[in-house]
């Protein structure tokens, strides 16, 4: 990808993508492990993307930087090497949101 080259980097550090489904969240519901669209992109993602902000799930999920297999890389967000994963949490519809949580917290889930 042009805007991950060395040369932009240098002219604009962050490449932040934002899209209506989270790729991580730890409502199973919303978020299945077999999900398509994770196993599509995430890849293409940790290799350009730094920042990764989604909706779809009404309540706030914050990640930390993890491998595609969820193996935790690191318990800060300082020279991450990966995507960071952001769940919005808009208001709205509550759903089902707060039924289907992994209980307990996945040790990939740095804030819910």
């Not at 290799?47 to 779809?56: N, P, R, T």
């Not at 990640?63 to 990966?82: C, F, H, M, R, S």
Request: hydrophobic share 40%.
């Amino acid at each position: 990808m042009e805007a991950s080259s060395p040369q932009n980097r240098s002219i604009r550090p962050w490449i932040i993508a934002m899209a209506h489904r989270p790729m991580w969240c730890s409502n199973d519901f919303w978020c299945p492990s077999t999900d398509p669209f994770k196993q599509t992109w995430e890849a293409i993602f940790n290799e350009h993307i730094d920042l990764y902000v989604a909706g779809h799930v009404h309540v706030y999920e914050r990640i930390w930087p993890v491998a595609p297999n969820g193996t935790v890389l690191q318990k800060n967000y300082e020279d991450v090497t990966t995507t960071v994963h952001i769940c919005s949490g808009s208001a709205g519809n509550i759903e089902i949101a707060l039924q289907a949580w992994y209980d307990p917290r996945p040790d990939w889930s740095a804030f819910r």
